[in-house]
């Protein structure tokens, strides 16, 4: 569910409803506009996911739908009225895109994946991940990604770090001539502002504000004391 500013009600119902298909309902006073798991709720003021005391000026909204055709979704908006962009593939999220603007210049994205396997897998073999990020001084790498990002040691020694946050657990290994250079994860997380505002205060080296991306991800980065980069990124409606 997600919470969008209107300045128009009656007009952001006519949009929803007519040309984009969505049921529109109201309960207890509040207008909604529903789509299989996708659900809108119109107000005065748009509210980033996850963050209620913040709130944005109507059209500041980036939506992400995901559908099993995109190509068909795009040819009913149109005959609906509504003015979609041309369809792209976006070869980093494997998935066909369009985009379109409601009344109020909220930024919506509808896409497809076009990424499925041909047969899927008998049995579930990967289980977790652990990414290893090189570093040349191990333990004021594993005392920063203790007292600046919230993980917690599960070992350590001289030249290795296992570092664990809730479900995700990092690696800091030792810089040698096979582990060179930097390296990088992405982690998927459940609120990125709140995450973003907890690195400040501990003095991170955030790279940027939180941004909510056309592929349905609100992301920032961080950058380790010796530059191994950490991507987080809250999927969104």
């Known amino acids: 569910m997600r919470l969008i500013g209107v300045r128009d009600t009656a007009r952001s119902i006519v949009f929803y409803r007519d040309v984009l298909g969505f049921e529109v309902r109201e309960r207890a006073g509040i207008i909604e506009a529903v789509s299989g798991t996708a659900r809108l709720q119109f107000g005065t003021n748009d509210f980033p996911p996850g963050d209620w005391e913040n709130p944005l000026s109507p059209g500041s909204a980036i939506l992400f739908f995901e559908t ?21 593939r976006i070869n980093r999220i494997k998935m ?14 509808f896409g497809q994946s076009y990424d ?3 047969v899927p897998p008998k049995q579930r073999m990967l289980q977790q991940i652990m990414p290893g990020l090189p570093l040349d001084d191990v333990p004021a790498g594993v005392a920063y990604y203790r007292d600046v990002l919230g993980f917690v040691v599960n070992y350590q020694q001289h030249d290795l770090g296992v570092m664990d946050r809730d479900q995700v657990r990092l690696l800091l290994i030792a810089r040698t001539d096979r582990h060179k250079g930097i390296g990088s994860a992405y982690l ?8 973003y505002k907890e690195f400040l205060g501990r003095g991170a080296n955030v790279q940027g504000e939180p941004v909510s991306q056309p592929w349905g991800l609100r992301e920032f980065r961080v950058l380790d004391l010796e530059g191994n980069e950490i991507s987080f990124g809250q999927p969104f409606e």
Do not use: C, Q, T
């Not at 066909?96 to 994205?109: A, G, I, K, T, Y």
């Not at 998927?188 to 995450?195: F, G, K, Q």
């Open 68 to 88: 099993d055709d995109v190509a068909g979704m795009r040819s009913m908006i149109s005959a609906h009225g509504g003015k979609p962009s041309e369809i792209e």
């Open 96 to 109: 066909s895109v369009f985009e379109l603007r409601d009344p109020d210049d909220h930024v919506l994205w």
């Open 116 to 118: 499925f396997p041909d």
């Open 188 to 195: 998927y997380v459940e609120n990125a502002d709140a995450l």
